[in-house]
C-alpha cells in the first residue's frame, strides 16, 4: 500500500495532509509450500503485505489483483474473503504528513507466476516468509496475516470506539462539497428469533432497505454497525458474523448532490434489547420480513445484487459484490 494513486491525489488536493478515511485491499498471496508473499515498501523502508487504495473505477478484486502485480510483479490466482480491518489505533501517518485511517479489505490468494519486474518506486525487495518466520512488519499488516490461522472466517475486529469520534461524511464533505468520494460504510442485517429480517424505509428517498451508515473518524466497522443500527431502529443488537461486503459498482449521485462510491460491509446481527422505533429522519419505518418477502422488493442494481447475496449467504458462507 505504498503508490499514490490517482484518487488519492485527487482527494489530498482538497483535504490537504489531515487524517481522512480510506478504503483499500490487501491481499495475503501464499505459494504452494503456504509461505505468504511481502514486499519492503519503499516509503516506510518496512515490509508489509501487497495491496492499496481502491481508485473510483475499480471493483475490489481488480484493485487487489492490480496492486499485487504492480509491487510484486506476481499474478494470483482466486480471491477469497479473509476479513475486514478498520480499528481506529491503526492509523498511518506517512513521511510526508500524509495521516490515513484505513478500511481495508483483505483476500487471501495462491500465487501465480511473476510476470514482470516489481515497481521499484513502491518496492524495494519481494520474498516469501513462513507463517513462523516473518519479518519485522507493520503492525495493521501483521494483524492480517494473522487471519490466514484464524478458524472462523472472514475475521473483523471487536467494536472499538474512542473517546472522541468524528462523522466521517459530513466532516468530509465540508471540504470537497459533492465531489466523489469512496465511502466506507456498514449495514446491519437483524434476524430475529423467529428469522425475520428487519428493513427500514429510508428517510432519504423513501425505499426500503437495511439499516446502516458511514463509519465515523474514531470507531472501527464493528462498532458503527452497533451505533447506526441503534440511532436508526432503537435497538441493542450484537454481531453473530461478517456476511460479505457490497462494493458499488459506480458512483450514486444523492438528492443533495453528493457523488458517492460505497464500499459496505454487511454484518448479521441479533436484536439483544433496546424498543424498536424509527429515528423519524434516516429511517421512516419499520418491518419484520420473511426472506420470501424480502426477495420480493423492489431495489436498484447495486442494492438488489447486495439484498440477494445476504439472502444466499445469510446462514453460511460469505460474499463479495462489485
Request: proline fraction near 6%; charge should be negative; glycine fraction near 10%.
Amino acid at each position: 500500500m505504498t503508490g499514490v494513486s490517482s484518487y488519492i491525489r485527487y482527494l489530498r488536493s482538497l483535504v490537504g495532509r489531515r487524517r481522512i478515511m480510506l478504503t483499500a485491499v490487501g491481499v495475503l498471496a501464499r505459494d504452494a509450500a503456504g509461505r505468504v508473499l511481502l514486499h519492503r515498501r519503499t516509503d516506510l523502508d518496512i515490509w508489509g503485505i501487497p495491496g492499496g487504495a481502491l481508485e473510483l473505477d475499480e471493483t475490489l478484486e481488480d484493485c487487489a489483483r492490480r496492486e499485487v502485480l504492480e509491487e510484486t510483479g506476481y499474478e494470483v490466482g482466486s480471491l477469497d474473503l479473509i476479513g475486514l480491518h478498520s480499528e481506529p489505533e491503526l492509523a498511518v501517518r506517512y513521511p510526508n504528513g500524509d495521516e490515513a485511517l484505513w478500511v481495508t479489505v483483505t483476500f487471501e490468494a495462491e500465487v501465480a507466476d511473476q510476470v514482470r519486474p516489481f515497481d521499484r518506486s513502491e518496492t524495494a525487495d519481494v520474498a516469501f516468509f513462513a507463517l513462523g518466520k516473518l519479518p519485522p512488519m507493520l503492525v495493521p499488516h501483521g494483524r492480517m496475516v494473522a487471519a490466514l490461522t484464524a478458524t472462523d472466517r472472514p475475521v473483523f475486529g471487536a467494536p472499538v470506539t474512542e473517546s472522541v469520534t468524528t462523522p466521517q461524511i459530513p466532516d468530509i464533505r465540508s471540504m470537497i462539497g459533492t465531489a466523489p468520494y469512496i465511502a466506507p460504510g456498514v449495514c446491519g442485517v437483524v434476524v430475529n428469533d423467529a428469522g425475520r429480517v428487519l428493513v427500514g424505509r429510508r428517510g432519504d428517498d423513501g425505499s426500503w432497505f437495511f439499516p446502516g451508515g458511514a463509519i465515523d473518524l474514531g470507531e472501527n466497522a464493528a462498532a458503527a454497525v452497533i451505533r447506526e443500527v441503534g440511532e436508526e431502529t432503537g435497538l441493542e443488537v450484537e454481531i453473530e458474523r461478517l456476511l460479505g461486503v457490497h462494493c458499488e459498482p459506480a458512483l450514486r449521485s444523492y438528492p443533495n448532490g453528493d457523488q458517492t462510491k460505497g464500499v459496505v460491509s454487511y454484518f448479521r446481527c441479533v436484536p439483544v434489547g433496546g424498543t424498536i422505533r424509527p429515528d423519524g429522519e434516516e429511517t421512516t419505518g419499520l418491518r419484520w420480513l420473511t426472506l420470501a418477502e424480502l426477495a420480493c422488493f423492489q431495489l436498484d442494481g447495486p442494492r438488489r445484487q447486495a439484498r440477494d447475496a445476504v439472502i444466499r449467504y445469510l446462514d453460511k458462507g460469505w460474499f463479495v459484490v462489485q
